[in-house]
């Protein structure tokens, strides 16, 4: 016959304080983890737009970056960015420059997508497309959130290369070719992976898709 | 192999990342924007600290940071100068910088400012010799026009302005002719340093006409000058026909 052992008050105690010892250590971990966690994912059917025609959804691992293009600004780079939004050719592009709290870069074609990152060439590929015009002569305010195209050192070079800012950046006023704004989730952005004193991030994030709202 | 991609990879990666838009933008280290809302959309940056620049190891143009002071006052000449031209114009010649520093060298002599219009700015030293020190914004302002527009001031065409026997030297440090006062009577030249290079002539015709205006208008008894003096001016009409001097 076997005599059920009662657990004493000092045994009690003693689980319950590993088991909270475990919740209190794990949970943080799991939350910290989940970079993600607190980062608010916006459902473009939740807002009303005026332009739809205009409106892209960048969709990242922390969820949706709803951008307005500005075609009365860049005319150029805007039918560009449609074209390669259309055709697909941003989804899986890295988002190889990450520089914290400042600037994202991503859209390199050839060097810079999931299936074939070059770490020596990123940031130096091509779309085929051939290079357009700078358009830099309208008023644009390079404010956080602020899209633009990215270029050689020198002017007409934007091809397919692109950035957003997480800062105000005036002095790219009149230097960048601007594309257009974030309205809605700059904050999933900013949990895009970044590693401080490097230029190109190792293993980075990626896009995992970019659309025309229509 | 591996060991060459794993160095590769190190010095990719661990680059110094600069994180500075001015640095990106010009490539000239430790600046700071002084004033970029101008009517003519030029660009105002200074040192904080010194800096020193060039192609290879040595870099050898060194400029100091200015102090707060002689920035300010030498600011207000330097922009009232500069605002003669317009952001037309500017853009055509391609300056958009300006940076402000003090004592300004290259291979250790001192000078009143380094055009660079690919860079598509112009350093430019605030304690540069007082009695020249606005007549030489315009002289380097010059440099880049030219730079810019290297066909219209053809050098040849140029030479053939001055006497027959004369011929500038190969290049503007390469004689003693450094003095930049104005003759009192000239004799196709404006300065001794104008005799230095045909690019520095060119650039002291410029500096006078925008400078000393009436003066450099009233030049008929010297047939030289009358000639370099419209040489400049049509070029500059070619570049921006509503460009006021």
Redesign the interface.
């Known amino acids: 016959m076997i005599n059920k052992i009662k657990i004493t008050k000092l045994e009690r105690i003693t689980l319950i304080f590993i088991i909270l010892l475990g919740v209190f250590t794990i949970g943080p971990l799991l939350i910290i983890k989940n970079k993600c966690l607190f980062v608010k994912n916006y459902n473009p059917d939740d807002f009303q737009f005026n332009y739809r025609d205009n409106i892209i959804i960048l969709n990242a691992n922390c969820g949706n970056v709803i951008i307005e293009l500005y075609p009365d600004i860049s005319p150029n780079a805007v039918k560009r960015f449609k074209t390669l939004i259309r055709s697909g050719a941003y989804d899986d592009a890295a988002f190889y420059r990450v520089i914290e709290n400042k600037l994202i870069q991503a859209g390199d074609l050839e060097f810079g997508k999931r299936e074939n990152l070059d770490y020596g060439k990123v940031g130096t590929g091509k779309s085929g497309l051939g290079l357009i015009k700078s358009e830099i002569d309208a008023d644009f305010k390079y404010e956080r959130g602020s899209v633009g195209f990215a270029r050689t050192f020198q002017m007409d070079t934007e091809d397919s290369q692109f950035f957003i800012i997480l800062k105000d950046e005036p002095l790219f006023e009149g230097e960048y070719t601007p594309v257009g704004k974030v309205l809605y989730g700059i904050e999933v952005l900013e949990k895009v992976k970044f590693m401080p004193k490097f230029q190109i991030v190792p293993r980075p994030d990626f896009i995992n898709s970019v659309k025309m709202l229509d | 192999m591996t060991l060459f991609k794993t160095v ?2 190190f010095f ?6 600069k ?1 500075n ?2 640095y990106d ?1 010009i490539k000239i280290p430790n600046l700071e ?1 002084y004033e ?1 809302n101008t009517t003519n ?1 030029l ?1 105002y940056l200074y040192a904080v600290k010194p800096f020193r620049l060039g192609i290879n190891v040595k870099k050898n143009i060194h400029c100091l940071n200015p102090d707060k002071k002689t920035l300010n006052s030498k600011y207000k000449i330097i922009k009232t100068n500069l605002n003669r031209y317009s952001s037309k114009f500017l853009k055509k010649i391609n300056l ?1 910088y300006i940076v402000l520093c003090e004592n300004l060298s290259i291979a250790k002599i001192n000078t009143a400012g380094i055009p660079d219009s690919v860079m598509r700015t112009l350093i430019l030293d605030i304690k540069f010799n007082e009695a020249y020190f606005e007549r030489a914004i315009h002289h380097e302002v010059f440099h880049i026009i030219k730079d810019s527009n290297k066909d219209l001031f053809n050098e040849v065409k140029w030479k053939n302005f001055n006497k027959k026997n004369f011929e500038y030297a190969n290049c503007s440090t390469c004689n003693n002719k450094w003095n930049l006062n104005t003759y009192s009577r000239t004799v196709g030249f404006f300065t001794e340093y104008s005799k230095s290079t045909a690019s520095e002539d060119m650039a002291e015709v410029f500096s006078h006409i925008m400078f000393y205006q009436d003066r450099a208008n009233n030049n008929d008894d010297d047939p030289i000058i009358k000639k370099k003096i419209l040489f400049i001016k049509d070029n500059i009409k070619t570049i921006d026909s509503t460009f006021k001097f």
């Open positions: 590769l990879f990719i990666f661990i680059a110094p990342l994180a838009t001015i933008l924007i970029i959309k660009r958009k």
